[in-house]
């Protein structure tokens, strides 16, 4: 395309990798040394911690996905940002300080710890890999996007790079959740969407606060080049003439063309050179939104255009219920020193990653006026790393286009890194050894291979949606796991795993047949495409009537866990009998 | 529409290999009949054992009940406490009085009997159970229950026996489970043995030091006699067998605060603590005997300054600690001969054996203390703790 990336962008990325492998091999170093106690024994403090579990949190469905999403489907599509940060509202309601009473630190020691059932605790295992692998694709196919914007490589190349980088820095043991390097990582990443966003935002003024709801479709206001980097068919609404240098619609062309209303094939390689004010012409699939559609609640049904009220609850439902199923995220939670902590460290992440997700939208409305050339191509995700440069232009344009990507790779490093130890460190305890070092390192390098091969493959999806589909996963097994076992006595072992194997089940094969069937219309689309609003109902009514069915096994001491659970710390009723 | 029949399809039909595999591995790939027997009698006595190794209990007896009878083919089996029948599996259950009055004679005498039609008697005319084996189960040679077969005929000679032999098979078991507890009653035993024996030698240089300010450092006096009456207050608290990583760190920085009162500046002390690992649940008083251990033997011998490291690191999903010092070390032969044998005069390095000793009993022999050292090239100690494990739990 004719708007590049900052020629900055790349030393920013180097520097930023460069730093995170740095850090990691030097990580011990930010454990305090000291030879005084009272500074030694003092935990973190919930604001510190929140900071951690935000700079993990952040991935690039929230840095690049988030922003691709307005941009394209408008109004619907907020409701990606609200359930990314609202999820951790209903973490903080039913699970936050009883998980942390419970002395787990996986979501497998939470099942054994409540439940005691070594099957349960083995299916547990099972998907808290499976959602790390489904988490994990996204953060590598951004990476991709990230590097064919701003250098022209090939999509995989990105993947690859992330992806061994990853691999071999946590094999290594570098990038352990150090709270202060992934602090450091959220205020990085705020820095880096914020501050272009206020340039942004002068520039939005000095135009007088271009109209973004009316009732056109985007239109280029300026002339325009435009080059095609992968082949695409486009829809025109209106007849037009422009300047095409390349393969288009079967034929060599080099010169002024008129292109009818309709579909126009465009080979890859191809420069299009529109005219001032002309309609931007939309990928084929993508319908063109006029600015007051765009903006109205249901217009578009965030890509699902059958169905936009069943894909809204559905992704609601998801979001809000699929965080406190992540695994990257509950580890942290263990390093908060009590329940009541535990709440408050929920609640300040709540307010910073509010505060976050702020920014990406902004950019993905303004990029219907300075980047609609995206529209094209229907690859919006690209439009936070595109947008600086476009809107400001010159120096500073490119410094700060330079600062998103930086941010934007910070966004996949340390998501990925999480997602991997989480994920190996499973591994390494219940599937390929006692989880010794050696066992850590086998199962990260398994770990970090099975998702680079499969993201090599799915460059078709947008970014935030494989993230929704892993959010399913997780709100269709772990959260009726967590919410049940922490609120209703009647749970039983069985119970527990018929729901969660039945929701797991269910989500999963949806997720596959979106990942790799093909595009579906109607019912059978929207359901596949975000299946929570089904799945989820599902696993809670399996989980609850298994139980009901097998009352007798109730484990016996559960009046003890649940007080285990429920009672603050400081009453002391957790104690173990006087010995 | 398709491709959502095929992918449900494809998931239907992976669903019905893994079974296909799970079926095919339980049944097939035995040489003979005889093994396959072997293999059948095995599998339900291990599956019947882990409920009885938590001892004879109503839950105990309900969840083995089934692969007990399943070793034996009769159409019902009870198995009886010397009081009551604590669990029936197979049809009859009308019959549970009778079986525990005939039961009650077995306990009496601890000797088998066999009931015949006779006896077996009861109000429903369709009842098929016409007679019954009892085979008392002992528990180191106390009669601890009954184990009662139920038949359509005459027991026969075979269904004695078998049913003898079960019984016993039982009381083993039992017998485990009491050992089991008598391990665990030993370990509790050690921590009270360590809360007891915070070393006399301490106490009495603590005290000492501390008269030794009193009169010129009245104020230094009385903040060290504070510290000291907490230290003992954690050391002796009388519940919980665990602690966090952040209150033990906060016992030996009283520790070494008098300690140090004795040594001065000869003593120097450096912490790397990841604070992630503040939380951890570690048995109660792990630290305290190996940072005690290298201010005995690591410092108090040597001339100059002796510096002690005590370092926590993250590591995934468990935490290191190294507790390491500068002191005169130790032949590691000599070493093995006090901590291992432990006996005698072993006293001096009992808080090492006795560290070891609970770190393998609660998590299991992968996380033993390692101690490196040599003489004259100080001492290191290291442990790995997992941050979580079934049935520990700080408080």
């Known amino acids: 395309m004719a708007v590049s990336g900052s020629p900055y962008a790349l030393p920013a990325i180097i ?24 500074v030694a024994s003092r935990s973190i403090s919930p604001g510190w911690n929140a900071s951690a579990i935000s ?21 619907d599509v907020l409701w990606y940002p609200v359930g990314f940060a609202a999820g951790y509202l209903a973490l903080l309601l039913f699970v936050a300080a009883p998980l942390r009473r419970s002395g787990a630190f996986t979501l497998p020691d939470f099942a054994e710890a409540r439940l005691g059932s070594r099957a349960l605790r083995r299916w547990s295992v099972f998907f808290v890999v499976v959602i790390g692998w489904l988490y994990l694709l996204p953060q590598l196919q951004g990476a991709g996007l990230t590097l064919r914007t701003l250098t022209g490589a090939p999509y995989w190349v990105g993947a690859v790079v992330v992806g061994v980088v990853v691999t071999v820095n946590v094999a290594n043991g570098g990038m352990r959740s150090i709270t202060f390097v992934q602090a450091f990582q959220y205020w990085l990443k705020l820095t880096a969407i914020a501050v272009p966003a206020f340039f942004l935002l002068i520039v939005w003024q000095s135009g007088g606060f271009a109209d973004l709801s009316g009732g056109q479709a985007p239109t280029f206001d300026e002339q325009t080049s435009v080059r095609v980097d992968t082949g695409v068919t486009v829809v025109l609404g209106e007849p037009l003439t422009l300047s095409v240098d390349g393969f288009a619609d079967g034929a060599d062309v080099d010169g002024p063309v008129r292109w009818t209303a309709g579909d126009h094939q465009i080979a890859a390689g191809t420069v299009l050179v529109f005219p ?16 007051q559609t765009w903006a109205a609640p249901l217009g578009s049904g965030g890509g699902s255009p059958d169905h936009p009220l069943f894909a809204t609850y559905s992704l609601i439902l998801a979001t809000f219920l699929g965080t406190m199923g992540l695994p990257h995220v509950l580890v942290r939670f ?64 490119q410094v700060l286009g330079a600062l998103v990507a930086a941010g934007a790779f910070a966004a996949f490093l340390s998501t990925a890194s999480g997602l991997l130890v989480s994920v190996s460190g499973v591994l390494s305890t219940d599937v390929m050894g006692r989880g010794s070092v050696r066992d850590f390192r086998r199962a990260a390098t398994v770990a970090g291979l099975v998702p680079l091969v499969i993201a090599a493959q799915i460059d078709r999806l947008d970014v935030s949606q494989v993230v929704g589909l892993a959010f399913a996963v997780a709100a269709s097994t772990f959260c009726p796991l967590l919410v049940l076992g922490i609120w209703w006595r009647g749970l039983t072992a069985v119970g527990a795993l018929a729901g969660v194997l039945a929701g797991g089940a269910l989500s999963l094969t949806a997720v596959l047949v979106t990942v790799f069937g093909g595009e579906l219309d109607g019912w059978p689309g929207v359901l596949l495409a975000q299946p929570a609003a089904w799945t989820v109902p599902v696993a809670f009514a399996v989980l609850v009537v298994v139980s009901k069915a097998t009352a007798a096994r109730i484990p016996p001491n559960i009046g003890r866990t649940m007080l285990l659970l429920h009672a603050p710390e400081s009453l002391g009723l957790g104690r173990a009998t006087p010995s | 529409m398709e491709t959502a029949l095929v992918g449900v399809g494809l998931v239907v039909v992976a669903a019905a290999l893994l079974w296909g595999v799970v079926r095919y591995r339980s049944t097939r790939g035995f040489s003979s009949t005889e093994q396959r027997l072997t293999f059948d009698v095995l599998h339900a006595a291990s599956q019947a054992a882990p409920p009885l190794r938590l001892g004879l209990t109503e839950a105990s007896a309900g969840k083995s009940i089934r692969y007990l009878r399943q070793l034996l083919g009769t159409p019902a089996l009870a198995i009886t406490s010397a009081e009551e029948v604590l669990a029936w599996e197979g049809i009859g259950a009308h019959h549970r009085d009778t079986v525990m009055a005939l039961a009650a004679g077995v306990l009496d005498s601890a000797r088998p009997d066999v009931a015949k039609a006779a006896e077996m008697a009861c109000e429903q005319p369709d009842c098929p159970l016409r007679g019954a084996v009892i085979a008392p189960v002992t528990l180191e040679g106390q009669v601890a229950g009954a184990l009662v077969a139920l038949t359509w005929q005459e027991p026969g000679a075979g269904l004695v026996r078998a049913t003898l032999e079960t019984a016993r098979w039982v009381g083993t078991q039992l017998e485990l489970a009491e050992l089991d507890q008598s391990r665990a009653r030993l370990a509790r035993a050690e921590i009270r043995a360590l809360r007891a024996q915070i070393s006399p030698h301490f106490i009495y240089n603590a005290l000492g030091a501390i008269g030794s300010f009193v009169r010129t450092d009245p104020d230094r006096a009385r903040e060290l006699l504070l510290e000291f009456a907490e230290f003992t207050r954690y050391s002796f608290r009388q519940y919980g067998e665990f602690t966090t990583l952040a209150e033990e760190l906060g016992n030996i920085e009283r520790y070494l605060l008098i300690e140090r009162a004795r040594f001065g500046d000869r003593l120097q002390v450096t912490l790397r603590i990841a604070p992630e690992v503040l939380p951890v649940a570690v048995p109660f008083l792990t630290l305290q005997p190996l940072v005690e251990n290298a201010v005995r033997h690591g410092l108090a011998d040597k001339p100059g300054v002796g510096t002690i490291a005590i370092r926590a690191e993250d590591a995934g999903a468990q935490c290191l600690i190294t507790v390491e010092d500068d002191g005169v070390g130790m032949d590691p032969a000599r070493l093995r001969e006090l901590t291992v044998e432990d006996g005698g005069d072993g006293r001096e390095h009992v808080g090492l054996g006795n560290v070891d000793d609970r770190l393998r009993s609660v998590f299991g022999n992968d996380y033993g203390l390692v101690v490196e050292t040599a003489p004259g090239a100080g001492t290191k100690v290291s442990l790995r703790i997992p941050k979580f494990h079934a049935g520990v739990r700080a408080g």
């Open chain 1, 15 to 38: 520097v930023v990798t460069v730093l995170t492998i740095g850090i990691g091999a030097y990580g011990l170093r930010f454990s305090r040394t000291t030879s005084d106690f009272l």
């Open chain 1, 55 to 75: 700079g993990e949190y952040l991935s690039a469905a929230s840095f690049l996905g988030v922003a691709g999403l307005v941009m394209k489907y408008g109004a």
């Open chain 1, 276 to 291: 001032d004010g002309a309609a931007v012409p939309h990928v084929s699939g993508l319908p063109a939104l006029s600015g």
């Open chain 1, 334 to 397: 263990y390093t908060n020193p009590d329940g009541r902590a535990a709440r408050r460290t929920t609640l300040i992440v709540l307010a910073l990653l509010g505060v976050f997700y702020l920014f990406p939208t902004l950019y993905g409305a303004l990029g219907r006026l300075y980047t609609p050339q995206l529209l094209i191509t229907g690859q919006t995700d690209a439009v936070v790393l595109l947008l600086p440069g476009a809107a400001l232009g010159g120096l500073l344009g």
